[in-house]
């Protein structure tokens, strides 16, 4: 273990050193803006919190983007990555990405989002047992009309809240709402639930398209190429042959700047 930690601790050393001296100013004590590393003009931040496996790769990963930065301010397609847009690279580089970062495929977002809906189902069903005119998306003038001068009203749009009584706050929450409203009919209690659950069901959508949106932007997916040719290039080959063969013409060109470079110091044969 200490052999592995003086190799990567030498190797990072040698990395960083070569950083420099192209210019780039190099931070390893900060957060790097909550992630593992962050790249901006001629900067680049590694986490001080970063685990040791991920340093190299995270490097490698910030100087891609330093490379594509170089290249093209802007990278809205794999043009000026590849010198070419065909689907096979787009295709070819999410599976890279899933390999290189398992949180790319959102499989727990994923699981939320089916539990969620299936939870919706639950409560509209117990909804329609007894008002079976119920839709989930209108108004329930029902339930409106029970709790026309009820705290629990107040729940339709908030998970928890506190209301002032008086010179007093009462707090409620979905969470605790049965025991909270005990005398509150089961439909009720559900069509809250219900609602509660579209906000989750919301929250989780805009997780999942942000997250996409971030994972597959050309530049992300050309860093995790980079990171996993360091991590496993017979797989990159095997998983992505097209697009490394169009990556391996371009980078015995000279095209991506310095990389070559770059590879000689961590051993990475092209």
Same mark, same amino acid.
């Given at each position: 273990?200490?052999?592995?930690?003086? =190799?990567? =601790?030498?190797?990072?050393?040698?990395?960083?050193?070569?950083?420099?001296?192209?210019? %780039?100013?190099?931070?390893?004590?900060? /957060?790097?803006?909550?992630?593992?590393?962050?790249?901006?003009?001629? $900067?680049?931040?590694?986490?001080?919190?970063?685990?040791?496996?991920?340093?190299?790769?995270?490097?490698?990963?910030?100087?891609?983007?330093?490379?594509?930065?170089?290249?093209?301010?802007?990278?809205?397609?794999?043009?000026?990555?590849?010198?070419?847009?065909?689907?096979?690279?787009?295709?070819?580089? %999410?599976?890279?990405?899933?390999?290189?970062?398992?949180?790319? /495929?959102?499989?727990?977002?994923?699981?939320?989002?089916?539990? %969620?809906?299936?939870? #919706?189902?639950?409560?509209?069903? #117990?909804?329609?047992?007894?008002?079976?005119?119920?839709?989930?998306?209108?108004?329930?003038?029902?339930?409106?009309?029970?709790?026309?001068?009820?705290?629990?009203?107040?729940?339709?749009?908030?998970?928890?809240?506190?209301?002032?009584?008086?010179?007093?706050?009462?707090?409620?929450?979905?969470?605790?709402?049965?025991?909270?409203?005990?005398?509150?009919?089961?439909?009720?209690?559900?069509?809250?639930?219900?609602?509660?659950?579209?906000? =989750?069901?919301?929250?989780?959508?805009?997780?999942?398209?942000?997250?996409?949106?971030?994972?597959?932007?050309?530049?992300?997916?050309?860093?995790?190429?980079?990171?996993?040719?360091?991590?496993?290039?017979? /797989?990159?080959?095997?998983?992505?042959? $097209?697009?490394?063969?169009?990556? =391996?013409?371009?980078?015995?060109?000279?095209?991506?700047?310095?990389?070559?470079?770059?590879?000689?110091?961590?051993?990475?044969?092209?």
């Amino acid at each position: 273990m200490d052999c592995t930690r003086n =190799k990567i =601790k030498d190797l990072k050393k040698q990395i960083i050193d070569f950083f420099v001296s192209l210019g %780039i100013d190099v931070h390893t004590s900060t /957060k790097a803006l909550g992630h593992q590393g962050f790249f901006r003009v001629n $900067r680049i931040d590694i986490s001080k919190d970063i685990n040791e496996n991920r340093i190299i790769p995270t490097l490698l990963h910030e100087f891609t983007h330093y490379i594509t930065f170089n290249i093209k301010s802007k990278c809205t397609d794999f043009i000026p990555i590849f010198k070419c847009n065909d689907k096979f690279i787009y295709d070819e580089l %999410i599976k890279i990405t899933n390999f290189v970062d398992e949180n790319s /495929k959102l499989e727990k977002l994923y699981v939320q989002k089916e539990n %969620i809906k299936n939870s #919706i189902k639950k409560y509209e069903r #117990i909804i329609k047992n007894k008002y079976p005119e119920f839709k989930r998306n209108e108004k329930f003038k029902p339930f409106i009309k029970h709790t026309k001068y009820s705290d629990a009203r107040y729940l339709l749009k908030h998970d928890a809240i506190k209301v002032l009584h008086w010179f007093t706050y009462k707090t409620y929450s979905i969470i605790n709402i049965e025991q909270e409203f005990p005398d509150m009919p089961e439909e009720f209690i559900s069509y809250l639930k219900l609602k509660s659950c579209q906000r =989750k069901q919301s929250s989780i959508a805009r997780k999942i398209n942000k997250l996409n949106k971030y994972y597959r932007t050309p530049t992300e997916l050309f860093a995790r190429f980079i990171e996993g040719l360091y991590l496993d290039k017979e /797989k990159v080959i095997y998983v992505a042959p $097209r697009t490394y063969s169009l990556f =391996k013409e371009l980078y015995e060109s000279g095209y991506y700047t310095h990389l070559n470079k770059l590879f000689e110091i961590v051993n990475i044969n092209i």
